[in-house]
C-alpha cells in the first residue's frame, strides 16, 4: 500500500531523507498508514455525534429524562471537548503530538465502555465528558502530526481531506450503523463499536507515527483551563435549561452572569499569562482569526441542526432509530464526496471563495426547507438536507488547512487546537440554542423554524466574514505552508 493509493503524494521520493527540524522524512507506506491512524482519531470523535444523536429518543426511554437531559448528553460531550482542546494542543507541542494522541485514544475507548454500561443518566452524562476530554486530545493532534509527515503544502492539504473524509465516512456510517445496532441489540452498543477502532487506532500510531518535535518548556495554563471550563459550562446551562425553566429563571440569569465573570477572567488571565493557553497573537493573522470564526458559526448551524432534526424524525415524524439513521444517510454520505474535492477546488479558485461558497450553499439548504411541517415527506427535505451537508464538506477542507497554514510548524498543534475548540463551542451553543427552541411543549415545529432562520443568519454572516475580511492578495494559493503566514 503506498500513500498513492489514497491520491496523495509520498511524503518523500527517498525513504531516508531528513529534515533536520524534526528527523527523518516518513516513507510513503508509513505516511499513509499515519494518515490512517489520524483518520481513526477524528473518525471515531465524529462517530459519536451522529450514533448518539439517533440514540437520543432510545436512552431517554430507557434511563428516563426530558429534552434538556438529552442535551446534556450530547453537550457534556461538546463541551468537554471545547474546553479541553486547547490544553491538549498543547500538552502535544510540549511532549510530543504521538504521546498524547494515543494517551488520548487510550482514554477515549476506555470512556466507550463506561458509556455503554452506564446505570444511570448521570453517569452517561459524566461517562461522556471524559469521551469529550479524550476527543480534545485526539483532534488538534492528529493534524499536528499530520502536519508532521506531510510537510509539501499541496500534499499536506490533499491529507487533510483525506482526514477530513473519513471523519465524514463516520459521520455517515453513524446513523445507519447505529440504527441498525440499536435496533437488533440496543443503544448501549453504540458506544462498544469504538472499541475495535480504538485499539486499531492505537496499534497504527504506535508502529507508523513519527514522533513530532517537543517544546519542553511549553506550560500548562491551569488558571484559563479552569475559567474557561467554567464559562463554557455556565454559558451552555444557562441555555439548556432556559428552554426548561424559562429564560427569567433566576438560575438561569445566573447561569449567564457567571458566564460573563467567566469570560472576562479567562481574557484577562490569557492577557497576562507568560505561556497563555491562547496565545491571542494568534488572531492578529487575518485569515487565522477568520478561519475561527468561520468554524464557530458553522458548527452553531449545522450541528444544531442535526440535533433538533434527530428530534423531529422520532418524536415528531414517529420513525424507528433505524429509519432515522436512514434518514440521515443521504445528508451525511454527501459530505465524503465534497470533501475530496474541496482542495481541489480550492486550489483553483482559493480558500476563501471556497469557504464562502460552501457557508452560502448550506444556509441554502436551510432557508428551502423552510416548508417543513409535521407531515412534511422526507422525499420533501431530502434535497434541502444534503445541500447543507455539502456545504459543511466543501468548507472544512480548505477551512482547516487554511489555519494551519497561517502560523509557523512549531504552534501547529495549539492553532489545530483553537480551531476545533471554536467549532466545538458552536457545537455546544447549537444544541443548546436550538434544543431550547423546540424543547418547550407544544412549540417544536415554530422552534424548528427559528432553528432554520438562524441557521441560515449565521452562515451567511461567516460567508461574508471569509470573502469581505480575506486580505487582498487572497487567491488561489491560499493553502499556506507552515511557517508561511499571511496576515
Known sequence: MRSASL????????????????GPVPSGYAAALTLAAMSLGYGVVQLDVTIVNTAITAIGGSLGGGVSELQWVVSAYTIAFAAFILTAGALGDRIGAKRIFMAGFAIFTAASAACALAPSATTLIVARCVQGLAAAILVPNSLALLSHTYADEKARGRAVAVWAAGASLALTAGPFVGGALITLVGWRSIFLVNLPIGLAGLWLTWRFAGETSRSPGREIDLPGQIAAIAALGSLAGAIIEGGSLGWDNPFVLAGFAAFAVFA??????????AQPMLPLSLFKHRMFALASLVGLLVNIALYGLIFVLSLYFQQVNGLS???????????????????????????????PATIAAGAVLSAVGCLAALGIEADTSYWAICAQLIAMSSGLGLLVPPLTSTLLGSVEKSRSGIAAGVLNATRQTGSVLGVALFGSLVGQSGTFMSG???????????LTAGAAAIWFGR???????????PGQSRR
Do not use: C, K, Q
Open 448 to 458: 424548528l423554524h427559528a432553528s432554520l432562520m438562524i441557521a441560515a443568519g449565521v
Open 264 to 273: 472576562l477572567l479567562f481574557v484577562w488571565r490569557e492577557v497576562r499569562a
Open 471 to 481: 486580505p487582498p492578495a487572497a487567491g488561489r494559493n491560499d493553502f499556506a505552508a
Open 7 to 22: 491520491g496523495l503524494p509520498p511524503a518523500s521520493s527517498n525513504d531516508t531523507a531528513y529534515r533536520p527540524e524534526t
Open 321 to 351: 432509530a433505524f429509519a432515522t439513521g436512514l434518514a440521515f444517510v443521504p445528508m451525511m454520505g454527501a459530505v465524503l464526496p465534497v470533501n475530496l474535492i474541496a482542495p481541489r477546488i480550492a486550489e483553483r479558485i482559493g480558500a
